[in-house]
């Protein structure tokens, strides 16, 4: 069964820590996306990556980074946590011009 | 300016009171809209791909529905299981700005009592 899987189901950070949610995926997809969700506003694209190295950014990238040094697994990084970063981090990836897989998610809480 | 629009925002039934969700978009050039079902602190699980107008696909009590400007997700005689956000997807033809990138809707919430 194909897979996208997220390190953590739920984090409790302190404002101002570096964080890093991982997500591997063994599916050999090109693609790799970072949203967040929250109540009434949906899925947000954070940063997307087409290719090892690659990145672009999307919606709402200030406040992250992103790291993708192999194929199979692609970093977020929150350089300095804030309490307005509390979220569901979801992590998916795709063929090219593919339907997405997602992983099961994250839940981030910033104190 | 939205893409993507999906209505009604949230939806309660009765068990066995079939019904239908909508998802309209303005993209031009459509590749492909996604069905995703979501449950409650979980990720988006796929459920549908649709290519092309006067395309159905089906899965249990579920069927979708695309025509050239919207996708219609339909539930018959729903069950409790069947409560969850139904999120709706659309991946317009392929560019390099685009990326293949889905968007997507805000979702419907529906609940379905016994």
């Known amino acids: 069964d194909v897979k996208v899987t997220q390190s953590s189901r739920y984090l409790v950070k302190r404002t101002g820590e570096k964080v890093f949610l991982e997500c591997v995926q063994d599916?050999?997809?090109?693609?790799m996306f970072w949203y967040r969700q929250d109540p009434g506003l949906g899925l947000r694209l954070i940063y997307f990556?087409?290719?090892?190295?690659?990145?672009e950014k999307g919606d709402i990238p200030e406040g992250y980074s992103v790291s993708r040094e192999k194929k199979e697994r692609f970093s977020l990084i929150l350089e300095s946590a804030s309490t307005n970063q509390t979220s569901m981090y979801l992590c998916?990836?795709?063929?090219?011009?593919?339907?997405?897989?997602f992983g099961s998610g994250t839940r981030l809480t910033v104190v | 300016e939205d893409q993507v629009t999906q209505s009604p925002e949230a939806l309660r039934l009765q068990e066995g009171e079939s019904s239908s969700l909508n998802c309209s978009y303005t993209?031009?050039?459509?590749?492909?809209l996604f069905w995703y079902r979501q449950d409650p602190g979980k990720g988006p699980e796929f459920l549908f791909t649709?290519?092309?107008a006067g395309e159905e696909k089906e899965k249990e009590r579920l069927k979708a529905t695309l025509t050239k400007k919207e996708s219609f997700l339909h539930i018959t005689a729903p069950k409790p299981e069947d409560s969850a956000t139904y999120l709706c997807?659309?991946?317009?033809?392929?560019?390099?700005?685009?990326?293949?990138?889905?968007?997507f809707g805000a979702g419907t919430q529906v609940v379905v009592t016994p």
């Open positions: 990556s087409y290719d090892v190295k690659m990145k």
């Open positions: 997807a659309v991946q317009e033809g392929w560019t390099t700005d685009s990326w293949g990138k889905l968007q």
């Open positions: 599916m050999d997809h090109e693609n």
């Open positions: 998916a990836s795709s063929l090219v011009g593919g339907g997405y897989t």
């Open positions: 993209v031009s050039g459509l590749r492909g």
């Open positions: 649709l290519y092309s």
